[in-house]
């Protein structure tokens, strides 16, 4: 009998589950575009500070890095509706220490604040999405060549805003969850600490998502609830039943 209950309540924990991540938002996904360019980490001269930046010698894309947008607005864009867009780095620099997780599989993490947008290559009006962050994460295995930016503002200590002009997106911007990863690979240099920071590298690989969650729908979660109160009451009344006997 108590495995039954067991089952029940993982059945209706697994359903509140899914009324709280089916919702997610994929409302920007891109990969490289079809020109070439840099991201650049670079070090103060007292090694206390890494600092990203983006550049690129395609027309339209000076200071920015190509890339092509394949998801949008929680849309997966057809081969022939995939965008190219300018993404740009501003401000993107380290705050604190980075540190060296140590044990088996050491990883490099360091806190990073700044703004990553993404906009029309000819229209800088049109704003796919801006991101502005506090405390996300650039993070790597310690002497490997890919590292990737992590924001997450359901994690303690992070801030993470949305802004965008484009009418599929604007509608997922109140959404309480948000999240991106910009993955960069393929580093000129292993990922290594230089004093307290980050040591220095370019990579002209890339690709990266930004995506969010609502909170979940009051109809879900009382579907989820109900799941597991009729789980408890049905081995409540078996139980109670068997007594009867």
Not at 171 to 196: A, E, H, K, N
Request: charged share 10%; hydrophobic share 40%; aromatic share 6%.
């Amino acid at each position: 009998m108590h495995s039954r209950l067991i089952g029940f309540a993982i059945a209706g924990l697994a359903s509140l589950a899914m009324a709280t991540s089916a919702n997610a938002a994929a409302i920007l996904a891109f990969g490289l575009g079809s020109g070439p360019g840099l991201k650049t980490a670079t070090t103060n001269a007292a090694l206390t500070q890494t600092t990203l930046t983006t550049s690129s010698a395609v027309p339209n894309f000076a200071g920015a890095f190509p890339v092509t947008i394949t998801t949008l607005g929680n849309v997966i864009l057809s081969p022939i509706l995939v965008k190219p867009a300018r993404e740009t780095f501003t401000g993107v620099m380290s705050s604190g220490a980075a540190i060296n997780t140590g044990g088996t599989n050491p990883q490099i993490v360091q806190n990073f604040n700044g703004t990553i947008s993404y906009t029309d290559p000819t229209n800088p009006a049109i704003n796919y999405l801006t991101i502005t962050f506090v405390n996300a994460q650039l993070k790597g295995s310690a002497g490997g060549v890919a590292v990737s930016l992590v924001g997450d503002n359901s994690v303690a200590g992070e801030t993470v805003t949305f802004a965008s002009t484009d009418s599929t997106v604007i509608p997922f911007l109140t959404d309480p969850v948000r999240q991106f990863t910009v993955d960069m690979t393929g580093l000129t240099s292993p990922l290594t600490i230089t004093g307290s920071t980050i040591a220095g590298f370019t990579t002209a690989n890339e690709s990266g998502n930004a995506s969010t969650i609502p909170i979940p729908e009051p109809s879900s979660v009382v579907m989820a609830s109900t799941a597991v109160l009729a789980g408890l009451g049905c081995f409540g009344w078996r139980r109670s039943r068997s007594r009867s006997l």
